[in-house]
């Protein structure tokens, strides 16, 4: 399916708070007001057509997003000046994916926050996201 009637990122226009800053043929660049007061400046880069996973894209989807990611960075550097960027897909349940529909994260990283230098691994390695033993040997395929 390309399309679903209840996705936020299918129907950008229906909420107000959401904002196309750029778009090219097959892929919007957004940024949402309610995202702007912890994470000044961030954004999203989704394909027009409904993809659940970055897996789903196509060829042509992927350059756009490539395109628009120069384009966003470009804009972003102008308009607020980040020391850093950090850059996310979020693919499944398991990794956070709260939108069923493929979206890039771009979020400027400031050296004067209180977690500056704490990247997108570095709540992944916390000894408290180690699996045990016993769920990680079932849980694999044998190669």
């Not at 996310?88 to 979020?107: D, F, M, P, R």
Request: charged fraction near 25%.
């Amino acid at each position: 399916m390309s399309y679903e009637a209840d996705c936020p990122f299918c129907n950008p226009y229906k909420d107000h708070n959401q904002k196309m800053v750029f778009e090219n043929q097959t892929c919007f660049f957004l940024q949402h007001d309610k995202e702007q007061e912890v994470l000044e400046g961030s954004g999203v880069i989704v394909p027009k057509l409904h993809r659940v996973t970055v897996f789903d894209l196509t060829k042509e989807e992927w350059n756009d997003t490539y395109d628009l990611l120069h384009q966003a960075k470009e804009y972003l550097a102008a308009e607020f000046a980040p020391d850093g960027f950090a850059l996310g897909w979020n693919v499944g349940e398991a990794s956070n994916q709260s939108i069923g529909h493929c979206h890039l994260h771009v979020i400027p990283r400031y050296n004067d926050e209180p977690l500056a230098g704490k990247g997108l691994r570095h709540w992944l390695k916390q000894p408290e996201n180690k699996r045990s033993k016993e769920i990680f040997g079932t849980n694999n395929a044998s190669v």
